[in-house]
Protein backbone atom coordinates (compact mmCIF):
# COMPACT_ATOMS: atom_id res chain seq x y z
CA UNK A 1 0.00 0.00 0.00
CA UNK A 2 2.73 2.17 1.42
CA UNK A 3 4.83 1.79 -2.18
CA UNK A 4 2.16 2.25 -4.26
CA UNK A 5 1.97 5.93 -2.71
CA UNK A 6 4.78 6.58 -3.25
CA UNK A 7 4.81 6.25 -7.14
CA UNK A 8 1.49 8.67 -7.58
CA UNK A 9 2.41 11.71 -8.64
CA UNK A 10 1.94 14.38 -6.19
CA UNK A 11 -1.48 16.54 -6.65
CA UNK A 12 -0.99 20.54 -5.85
CA UNK A 13 -3.81 23.36 -6.88
CA UNK A 14 -2.52 26.79 -7.44
CA UNK A 15 -4.87 29.30 -6.67
CA UNK A 16 -4.54 33.00 -7.34
CA UNK A 17 -6.04 36.27 -7.21
CA UNK A 18 -5.44 39.48 -5.55
CA UNK A 19 -7.08 38.08 -2.26
CA UNK A 20 -7.97 41.93 -1.13
CA UNK A 21 -8.57 40.87 1.56
CA UNK A 22 -8.82 36.95 1.29
CA UNK A 23 -12.40 35.76 2.38
CA UNK A 24 -14.37 33.04 3.00
CA UNK A 25 -15.49 32.35 -0.66
CA UNK A 26 -11.81 31.61 -1.53
CA UNK A 27 -11.12 29.18 1.41
CA UNK A 28 -14.49 27.38 0.47
CA UNK A 29 -13.45 26.96 -3.00
CA UNK A 30 -10.06 25.62 -2.01
CA UNK A 31 -11.05 23.54 0.67
CA UNK A 32 -13.74 21.78 -1.71
CA UNK A 33 -11.56 21.59 -4.77
CA UNK A 34 -9.07 19.40 -2.35
CA UNK A 35 -11.47 17.36 -0.64
CA UNK A 36 -13.41 16.68 -4.45
CA UNK A 37 -10.24 16.28 -6.59
CA UNK A 38 -7.90 14.51 -3.98
CA UNK A 39 -5.39 17.58 -4.28
CA UNK A 40 -2.36 17.19 -1.66
CA UNK A 41 -1.82 20.71 -1.07
CA UNK A 42 -3.27 23.67 -2.23
CA UNK A 43 -1.10 27.39 -2.76
CA UNK A 44 -2.68 30.84 -2.84
CA UNK A 45 -0.78 32.53 -4.71
CA UNK A 46 -1.57 36.20 -4.07
CA UNK A 47 -1.16 39.29 -7.91
CA UNK A 48 2.08 41.21 -7.73
CA UNK A 49 1.40 43.55 -10.76
CA UNK A 50 -2.52 42.17 -11.81
CA UNK A 51 -2.19 42.89 -16.11
CA UNK A 52 -6.19 44.26 -15.40
CA UNK A 53 -6.39 45.97 -12.17
CA UNK A 54 -4.45 49.45 -11.36
CA UNK A 55 -1.77 48.30 -8.77
CA UNK A 56 -2.72 52.14 -6.75
CA UNK A 57 -5.99 50.36 -6.16
CA UNK A 58 -4.34 46.45 -4.84
CA UNK A 59 -3.47 46.52 -0.64
CA UNK A 60 0.71 46.61 -0.42
CA UNK A 61 1.06 42.85 -1.17
CA UNK A 62 2.68 42.53 2.32
CA UNK A 63 -0.55 42.71 3.63
CA UNK A 64 -2.34 40.71 1.69
CA UNK A 65 0.24 37.92 2.14
CA UNK A 66 -0.54 38.66 6.09
CA UNK A 67 -3.78 38.11 5.97
CA UNK A 68 -3.68 34.90 4.41
CA UNK A 69 -1.35 33.49 6.21
CA UNK A 70 -3.75 34.42 9.12
CA UNK A 71 -6.43 32.80 7.55
CA UNK A 72 -4.85 29.43 6.45
CA UNK A 73 -2.71 29.02 9.44
CA UNK A 74 -4.49 26.09 10.91
CA UNK A 75 -5.38 24.37 7.91
CA UNK A 76 -2.21 22.01 6.96
CA UNK A 77 -3.00 21.31 3.35
CA UNK A 78 -3.08 25.52 3.02
CA UNK A 79 0.12 27.51 1.76
CA UNK A 80 0.81 30.55 -0.07
CA UNK A 81 3.64 31.67 -2.35
CA UNK A 82 4.58 34.89 -3.06
CA UNK A 83 6.01 33.71 -6.05
CA UNK A 84 4.14 36.23 -8.26
CA UNK A 85 4.86 39.78 -5.57
CA UNK A 86 8.50 38.78 -5.79
CA UNK A 87 9.22 38.53 -9.18
CA UNK A 88 9.41 41.46 -11.02
CA UNK A 89 6.93 42.79 -14.27
CA UNK A 90 3.49 41.89 -14.70
CA UNK A 91 1.88 38.95 -13.41
CA UNK A 92 0.52 36.49 -15.91
CA UNK A 93 -0.80 32.97 -15.34
CA UNK A 94 0.70 31.61 -17.77
CA UNK A 95 4.09 32.40 -16.44
CA UNK A 96 3.30 31.42 -12.35
CA UNK A 97 2.09 28.35 -13.94
CA UNK A 98 5.15 27.49 -15.78
CA UNK A 99 7.10 28.83 -12.77
CA UNK A 100 5.40 25.78 -10.50
CA UNK A 101 5.41 23.67 -13.42
CA UNK A 102 9.40 23.80 -13.66
CA UNK A 103 9.78 23.57 -9.86
CA UNK A 104 7.33 20.83 -8.68
CA UNK A 105 8.52 18.15 -11.58
CA UNK A 106 6.75 14.86 -11.64
CA UNK A 107 3.11 17.21 -10.04
CA UNK A 108 0.26 17.62 -11.55
CA UNK A 109 -0.81 20.90 -11.49
CA UNK A 110 -4.61 22.07 -10.69
CA UNK A 111 -5.10 25.71 -11.65
CA UNK A 112 -8.16 26.84 -9.60
CA UNK A 113 -10.75 29.50 -10.40
CA UNK A 114 -13.86 30.88 -10.78
CA UNK A 115 -16.45 29.25 -13.55
CA UNK A 116 -17.44 32.59 -14.64
CA UNK A 117 -13.87 32.87 -15.89
CA UNK A 118 -14.07 30.31 -18.58
CA UNK A 119 -16.01 32.60 -20.89
CA UNK A 120 -13.34 34.31 -21.27
CA UNK A 121 -10.16 32.49 -20.78
CA UNK A 122 -9.23 32.26 -24.37
CA UNK A 123 -8.63 36.10 -24.18
CA UNK A 124 -5.76 35.21 -21.40
CA UNK A 125 -2.14 35.61 -22.24
CA UNK A 126 -1.08 32.25 -23.44
CA UNK A 127 -4.03 29.64 -22.48
CA UNK A 128 -2.44 27.13 -24.16
CA UNK A 129 0.84 26.77 -22.72
CA UNK A 130 -1.95 26.87 -19.17
CA UNK A 131 -3.61 23.98 -20.44
CA UNK A 132 -0.71 21.73 -21.58
CA UNK A 133 0.96 22.49 -17.95
CA UNK A 134 -2.17 22.23 -15.72
CA UNK A 135 -5.95 21.17 -15.42
CA UNK A 136 -8.46 23.94 -14.76
CA UNK A 137 -10.15 23.49 -11.62
CA UNK A 138 -13.57 25.98 -12.08
CA UNK A 139 -15.61 26.90 -8.97
CA UNK A 140 -19.86 26.36 -9.96
CA UNK A 141 -21.35 28.98 -7.68
CA UNK A 142 -23.57 32.06 -7.63
CA UNK A 143 -26.05 30.50 -9.60
CA UNK A 144 -24.00 29.68 -12.77
CA UNK A 145 -25.46 27.04 -15.41
CA UNK A 146 -23.90 24.18 -15.78
CA UNK A 147 -25.95 23.26 -19.23
CA UNK A 148 -23.74 26.92 -19.91
CA UNK A 149 -20.73 25.47 -19.19
CA UNK A 150 -20.76 22.59 -20.52
CA UNK A 151 -20.45 23.71 -24.27
CA UNK A 152 -17.14 26.06 -23.29
CA UNK A 153 -15.60 23.49 -22.10
CA UNK A 154 -16.05 21.31 -25.06
CA UNK A 155 -14.67 24.38 -27.15
CA UNK A 156 -11.75 24.75 -24.83
CA UNK A 157 -11.07 21.45 -24.85
CA UNK A 158 -11.23 21.56 -28.57
CA UNK A 159 -8.95 24.50 -29.15
CA UNK A 160 -6.47 24.37 -26.67
CA UNK A 161 -6.78 20.66 -25.33
CA UNK A 162 -7.79 22.00 -21.96
CA UNK A 163 -8.92 19.78 -19.12
CA UNK A 164 -11.90 21.22 -16.91
CA UNK A 165 -13.24 20.10 -13.86
CA UNK A 166 -16.01 21.31 -12.10
CA UNK A 167 -15.83 22.27 -8.06
CA UNK A 168 -18.92 21.83 -6.31
CA UNK A 169 -19.10 24.86 -3.63
CA UNK A 170 -22.01 25.91 -1.33
CA UNK A 171 -23.66 29.57 -3.07
CA UNK A 172 -21.61 31.66 -0.56
CA UNK A 173 -22.04 35.34 -2.08
CA UNK A 174 -19.35 37.25 -1.10
CA UNK A 175 -16.66 39.17 -2.43
CA UNK A 176 -13.33 41.37 -1.45
CA UNK A 177 -15.28 44.58 -2.89
CA UNK A 178 -17.97 43.80 -0.68
CA UNK A 179 -16.14 43.37 2.22
CA UNK A 180 -14.29 46.79 1.38
CA UNK A 181 -17.70 48.76 0.66
CA UNK A 182 -19.16 46.97 4.23
CA UNK A 183 -15.81 48.37 6.45
CA UNK A 184 -16.04 51.31 4.06
CA UNK A 185 -19.76 52.28 5.61
CA UNK A 186 -18.96 51.20 8.80
CA UNK A 187 -20.62 47.55 8.57
CA UNK A 188 -19.92 44.42 10.37
CA UNK A 189 -17.80 42.05 8.23
CA UNK A 190 -18.40 39.45 11.22
CA UNK A 191 -18.77 35.85 9.72
CA UNK A 192 -17.90 37.10 5.93
CA UNK A 193 -14.09 36.79 6.71
CA UNK A 194 -12.19 34.44 9.33
CA UNK A 195 -11.91 35.94 12.80
CA UNK A 196 -8.14 36.63 12.71
CA UNK A 197 -8.42 38.69 9.69
CA UNK A 198 -11.31 41.18 10.83
CA UNK A 199 -8.82 41.82 13.78
CA UNK A 200 -6.27 42.30 11.62
CA UNK A 201 -8.33 44.77 9.08
CA UNK A 202 -9.49 46.16 12.57
CA UNK A 203 -5.86 47.08 14.31
CA UNK A 204 -4.38 47.53 11.14
CA UNK A 205 -7.23 50.36 10.50
CA UNK A 206 -7.27 48.44 6.44
CA UNK A 207 -9.72 50.02 3.97
CA UNK A 208 -11.16 52.43 6.34
CA UNK A 209 -10.84 55.79 3.75
CA UNK A 210 -12.45 56.31 0.52
CA UNK A 211 -9.44 56.36 -1.68
CA UNK A 212 -9.29 52.40 -0.54
CA UNK A 213 -12.98 52.09 -2.57
CA UNK A 214 -11.07 50.79 -5.58
CA UNK A 215 -8.63 48.06 -3.95
Known sequence: MGEQKDTCLRKIGLMGGTFN???YGHLLIAE???EQFG???VIFIPTGRSPHKDARQILD??????MIRLAIAENPHFSCSDYEVQKEGISYTYLTVQAFYERAAGSELYFIMGADSLAYF???MRPDKISQMSTILAAVRDGLNME????IREELA???GTRIGFINTPNFSVSSRMIRRRILAGH???YLVPDVVEQYLNEHHVYREASSEGR
Open 158 to 160: QTY
Open 21 to 23: PIH
Open 148 to 151: ELLP
Open 122 to 124: DSW
Open 188 to 190: TIR
Open 61 to 66: ARERIE
Open 32 to 34: NAY
Open 39 to 41: LDE
